[in-house]
T-cell receptor, first 114, second 113 residues
């Protein structure tokens, strides 16, 4: 069974540009979570999608947005890139969205903003 | 601000010893607690989870939860060099629109042979 897949694996963008990251959850999983892992800051919760709707978002500006498609895959969009957006962006999926949910991570997208 | 705190380490133990990793959390409403392992340059992988007070064992790993003290720990018995990684504690936080996993910054474990 395929795990969570993310694309691309690496990306270099210029400050001010826009970027779209993609995530395909494990088959049968309906919840998708996005996290940012910048150096020294740990995993910061970005967004949570379930059944096509945004359920919760972390403390990030509105230029971070996303969506979930009918097949439960998801996109994370970041507009007006800033140097501090350089980080590993991780997507995780879970079977459902209850409090006991186990989330499984993809390999991540390494974004470098220059 | 709901927080999850971990000692960043590094925690150094010799091969074969018991490694003890600790985590505290601020939200008394937290219901589920997870331990992830992250090797350098890789994504986090789930080791185990615990919901109820007490101990839960899975192979060489034991998770311990004390909700009254808002404390969760992970014990690794017979530590191996391959256990050298960063261990992330994650807590399920009940928010307005549902739940999300909040992570601590992780503890780096180094097992020497």
């Amino acid at each position: 069974e395929a795990g969570v897949t993310q694309s691309p694996t690496h990306l270099i963008k210029t400050r001010g540009q826009q970027v779209t990251l993609r995530c395909s959850p494990i088959s049968g999983h309906t919840s998708v979570y996005w996290y940012q892992q910048a150096l020294g800051l740990g995993l910061q919760f970005l967004l949570w999608y379930d059944e096509g709707e945004e359920r919760n978002r972390g403390n990030f500006p509105p230029r971070f947005s996303g969506r979930q498609f009918p097949n439960y895959s998801s996109e994370l969009n970041v507009n007006a890139l800033e140097l501090e957006d350089s980080a590993l962006y991780l997507c995780a999926s879970s079977l459902w969205s209850g409090p006991s949910t186990e989330a499984f991570f993809g390999q991540g997208t390494r974004l470098t903003v220059v | 601000q709901k927080e999850v705190e971990q000692n960043s380490g590094p925690l150094s133990v010799p091969e074969g010893a018991i490694a003890s990793l600790n985590c505290t959390y601020s939200d008394r409403g937290s219901q589920s607690f997870f331990w992830y392992r992250q090797y350098s340059g890789k994504s986090p992988e789930l080791i185990m989870f615990i919901y109820s007070n007490g101990d839960k064992e899975d192979g060489r790993f034991t998770a311990q939860l004390n909700k009254a003290s808002q404390y969760v720990s992970l014990l690794i018995r017979d530590s191996q060099p391959s256990d050298s990684a960063t261990y992330l504690c994650a807590v399920n936080i009940l928010g307005q629109a549902g739940t999300a996993l909040i992570f601590g910054k992780g503890t780096t474990l180094s097992v020497s042979s």
